[in-house]
């Protein structure tokens, strides 16, 4: 497993945006399908993106498609997501996941960060 660390949630207006980062630890993170899912209080977590081992292969939600952009560094070990024209709706705890398979289930992502809250004001 990797260890993950994300950073850069708080506190934004609709409308504005906010870029999470997530570093990896370990030699082998360009081996890992990469991702975020985010989970709002009283919900289940939720798929928001992933970006398969080398960028070229990116998934997001529908309800993210457009405003969210997920990219990666290999060299640098680390994931980000670009949120672009934030709803209140967004507002989440945001978890930066690893796992070998690009799916949208929670279960197929065997690393998890400790997660980042992010709170849209409306």
């Known amino acids: 497993q990797v260890q993950l660390d994300e950073s850069g949630g708080g506190l934004v207006q609709a409308g504005g945006s906010l870029r999470l980062s997530c570093v990896a630890s370990?030699?082998?993170?360009?081996?890992?399908?990469m991702g975020w899912f985010r989970q709002a209080p009283g919900e289940e977590r939720e798929f928001v993106a992933a970006?398969?081992?080398?960028?070229?292969?990116?998934y997001y939600a529908d309800s993210v498609k457009g405003r969210f952009t997920i990219s990666r560094d290999n060299a640098k070990n680390t994931v980000d997501l670009q949120m672009n024209s934030l709803k209140p709706e967004d507002t989440a705890v945001y978890y930066c996941v690893a796992g070998f398979v690009a799916t949208t289930r929670p279960a197929d992502f065997g690393s998890w960060g400790q997660g980042t809250q992010v709170t849209v004001s409306s």
């Open positions: 970006i398969n081992w080398s960028g070229g292969l990116r």
């Open positions: 370990g030699r082998t993170f360009s081996s890992y399908v």
